[in-house]
């Protein structure tokens, strides 16, 4: 028999962004191959997260996914869902509205954030009582003057693929201490999971660095002259992916328009300050696709033109501090609703 680790990660209730909680249960174990069903229910006081009163205070962790923790010996992730002492899903556990049971839907997410300073509380790059050098420099830079932040993005970048996860790039954005990362996976819980999952080990590993992750999508300032950060969502399902027609395509994007309101609601706070019609966005309150075109509501990706029309869109609205259940549940909805 040999103790092993296991970090219980899940969102707690706050509204409308919610944050990563979690906790560490030792267990012993004899051969544990790392497995869901190896893994019991846990439970939580859920008034100290917004999920439950004093007088009733417990909730439930169900385990629905689990990877190494490459940072902890004997140690593993273990992503679950929050649901109510009767096992039905709490209301916060956006995971449990993804109508994707066949995982027909594939998701790449691009995550967007900004790296700061805790001494400072600024963007790393950012002089105190003043502003680095525009931006225009920053965007897939390389050297010191531009690049800030690089050890702990590779650091996390490693963290990431030895846990499992299906990490697919980074790279600096176009404002200064502004990054990215990138995470694909067939099946929208599962691409959820893993985004959720690659966030904990960024904010972790920010212990050790004297930094912390900022999510907000403008933190600069919506009147700055700096770019935002999104959480672009590229999705397909097998009708996108197959389609060879011009028209299947533009009925899916045109199943977007009249429900702009319902995706708005649920990709992210404060995104009023980012979708202005500037800086690579479409306004908040437009609609709008294109081939091509990154300040569009919706982009229609230039190689999926090229391959006949087969291959997948890109929704550009998605805020940095979005919770990518949420987003999936709702973009297969919409997708779900064309008429094709």
């Known amino acids: 028999m040999s103790k092993i680790k296991l970090e219980y990660l899940w969102l707690d209730g706050y509204y409308p962004t919610q944050n990563l909680r979690s906790k560490t249960k030792v267990e012993e174990h004899e051969n544990f191959k790392g497995t869901l069903e190896e893994l019991s229910n846990w439970s939580f006081d859920g008034s100290s997260t917004k999920q439950a009163e004093g007088g009733s205070s417990d909730c439930l962790l169900v385990p629905v996914a689990i990877y190494p923790d490459p940072a902890r010996k004997d140690g593993y ?6 649901m109510n002492a009767d096992g039905t899903p709490h209301e916060s556990n956006g995971r449990a509205t993804i109508d994707d049971e066949d995982d027909d839907f594939w998701f790449g997410f691009e995550q967007e954030y900004f790296i700061m300073d805790t001494r400072t509380q600024l963007p790393l790059g950012f002089p105190i009582g003043g502003y680095p050098a525009p931006q225009g420099m920053y965007y897939c830079s390389v050297g010191g003057k531009n690049t800030h932040g690089r050890a702990l993005v590779e650091e996390h970048a490693d963290l990431c693929i030895e846990a499992g996860l299906n990490f697919e790039g980074i790279n600096q954005e176009v404002a200064c201490g502004q990054w990215e990362f990138q995470l694909f996976a067939k099946g929208a819980k599962k691409a959820g999971d893993e985004i959720w999952v690659a966030r904990y080990l960024l904010q972790r590993l920010t212990e050790s660095y004297g930094y ?5 999508p403008k933190p600069l300032g919506k009147d700055m002259d700096w770019n935002g950060s999104g959480m672009h969502a590229n999705f397909s399902n097998s009708i996108l992916r197959n389609a060879g027609s011009k028209d299947v395509y533009e009925k899916i994007c045109e199943a977007f328009r009249p429900v702009v309101k319902e995706h708005i609601e649920v990709y992210g706070e404060f995104n009023d300050q980012r979708l202005t019609g500037k800086h690579e966005t479409a306004s908040i309150t437009d609609f709008s696709y294109g081939i091509s075109d990154r300040g569009a509501s919706i982009r229609i990706p230039l190689i999926t033109v090229e391959k006949g029309w087969k291959g997948w869109l890109e929704d550009r609205r998605p805020a940095s501090n979005g919770d990518p259940y949420k987003i ?13």
Do not use: D, N, Q
């Not at 992730?77 to 929050?82: G, H, I």
């Not at 912390?212 to 907000?216: D, L, M, R, T």
């Not at 549940?329 to 008429?339: D, L, Q």
């Open 328 to 340: 999936a549940a709702r973009i297969i909805k919409t997708v779900k609703s064309a008429k094709v």
């Open 77 to 82: 992730l273990v992503m679950t869902e929050v």
């Open 212 to 216: 912390y992750i900022e999510y907000h």
